[in-house]
């Protein structure tokens, strides 16, 4: 069983930055993959970024490739999200989750935090 815990979110303004972190519970962190989901009002959830259980591969949205960067601390099983040059369309919940398998842009992940809100203002 993993619990994760995200934190981080606020209100920021446009061009700016956030460092979104998501902690996880158990002894097997560093076995799973982790992955970054959102939900803007009025859509659907949707994939931002992914790291596998190891750091090395990485894979991101298009919408945010270049912008945000994924990264993990096995040590301190946590993983983060650092987002610059935040737009206006990233205002969504962030969601963390986790799964024991590869990385996917798919929301077929085992586990998933309570998420947190990013607002991001014109």
């Known amino acids: 069983q993993v619990q994760l815990v995200e934190s981080g979110g606020g209100l920021v303004q446009a061009g700016g930055s956030l460092r979104l972190s998501c902690a996880a519970s158990g002894r097997t962190f560093n076995r799973y993959s982790m992955g970054w989901f959102r939900q803007g009002p009025g859509k659907e959830r949707e994939f931002v970024a992914a790291?596998?259980?190891?750091?090395?591969?990485?894979d991101y949205a298009d919408s945010v490739k270049g912008r945000f960067t994924i990264s993990r601390d096995n040590s301190k099983k946590t993983v983060y999200l650092q987002m610059n040059s935040l737009k206006p369309e990233d205002t969504a919940v962030y969601y963390c989750?986790?799964?024991?398998?590869?990385?996917?842009?798919?929301?077929?992940?085992?586990?998933w935090g309570q998420g947190t809100q990013v607002t991001v203002s014109s």
């Open positions: 790291i596998s259980w190891s750091g090395i591969m990485k």
């Open positions: 989750a986790a799964r024991s398998a590869e990385i996917t842009r798919f929301a077929s992940y085992d586990y």
